[in-house]
């Protein structure tokens, strides 16, 4: 497991200051803290720190700078991300399959992953200079996806791709699985109390001890549940059979 | 294809009207639109459908309850989100994981994901109401996801488990791409003319012819693109015999 630390992000003028504190904080739960801003509107401001919520030092650490060009010139692979597939003249590649490829490559090559401004997107100037149109599946009939919005399933989908296996950590129960045996054991407890108490006849049991297995071994009991449903059934045993004295 | 919209997506006692409204405007640009509210805090709220941007439909339609039984009172499979693993007695499952069984299991079951308060998530009583766990894997030094960007994060990844096979489209070019015998008749022509001008020595052509191929083979270019070329040979062409006679 590595951090996507060193994917880059590049805001292209940003009207609203909130949207780059949102994207910094989006990047920073995700572990990226690379940013630069081409011509934000409204920057530094109060407004973008408030919504950073403690993402402050990836704004700290951006850089701001007056065109794409210069925000990615020592960039080798460039993916413009976009939700709407406005041009189709560029590879066009989805955010899963973009992310793969971004963590696949940062080992020879400064990734970067632009995002345009929140009414306009990208100018077909600025689409030249990426390799790889990203595109976010959307809602055809609602596209207005919010910008830190785009930015966090981004990140989101570098973080997983660059966690790899490692995201999908077993379940781990603080306490152990009960065996099959132990498991089994107890359902025979089950069955002779149930006989005991007339409810399970045993010359025509029907489905109901398979019916109640099935049940319990849906749950994956541990070892500590199975103890306290013995306990139950010998609670239940001392009871019926004072009652019986 | 079909659009996740049966899901159900329950906020628990939100305390930022901002935020109702931009998961809103979250579950539209994913194709989403069941939303159900549990006592939240300031609603309904200007600011909420400020943050909807376009989504009001879906705070129209959000239902107000008083607890978090009552969101989920129809609903066979619930999730409860997190971005923290606090708790690993209930069974945890990722982002990832959690959509492929939502989309998988929305056929038989009404199928929720709910979002705990901003500072302190879901409550114990909340999380056993919850079949399943799902986390959202973060930064482990810095967990501050915004409410309204994990819900952009599940309703992505349900949108993603939707679509399935659909997302993947292949690209479509607005143009044909070249066939392979068209980009050869071209390669033949540029190294006939790189003889004719002494650039490539034919009895010892080194790996140049090679390198062009491969340089025009990545870019995968259209017809147009060939004729294009081919148009500019032609004139370089027609210029060198110009200026030779």
Redesign the interface.
């Known amino acids: 497991m590595s951090?996507p630390s060193d994917i880059r992000i590049v805001l292209v003028e940003t009207s609203h200051p909130g949207n780059i504190g949102?994207a910094a904080?989006?990047m920073?739960?995700?572990?990226l803290g690379e940013l630069v801003l081409v011509n934000p509107k409204d920057y530094p401001c109060v407004e973008a720190t408030a919504r950073a919520?403690?993402?402050d030092d990836v704004l700290a650490n951006a850089r701001v700078v007056d065109s794409l060009a210069a925000a990615i010139a020592d960039c080798q692979l460039t993916f413009g991300a976009t939700?709407r597939l406005r041009s189709?003249?560029w590879?066009?590649v989805?955010v899963?399959e973009a992310a793969g490829m971004a963590i696949t490559e940062r080992q020879s090559s400064k990734v970067a992953v632009v995002f345009g401004r929140e009414r306009t997107g990208l100018s077909n100037d600025e689409l030249a200079l990426c390799q790889k149109l990203l595109n976010?599946?959307?809602?055809p009939?609602?596209?207005?996806?919010?910008l830190?919005?785009a930015v966090?399933?981004v990140c989101?989908e570098l973080?997983?791709a660059a966690?790899g296996d490692a995201?999908?950590e077993p379940?781990?129960?603080?306490e152990e699985y009960a065996p099959a045996g132990m498991i089994d054991s107890f359902h025979a407890q089950l069955e002779r109390d149930l006989v005991d108490i007339g409810f399970l006849d045993p010359d025509n049991p029907r489905q109901l001890p398979l019916k109640l297995r099935r049940l319990f071994i849906k749950a994956r009991p541990t070892i500590n549940e199975i103890k306290i449903m013995r306990g139950i059934l010998k609670g239940l045993s001392r009871k019926r059979n004072a009652t019986d004295a």
Chains 1, 2 share one sequence.
């Open positions: 951090e949102a904080r989006a920073k739960t995700m572990g919520a403690g993402a939700a189709l003249r590879p066009v989805t899963r976010i599946p959307v809602n009939a609602f596209s207005s996806l919010n830190a919005a966090q399933v989101y973080r997983i966690l995201v999908h379940e781990r129960p603080e």
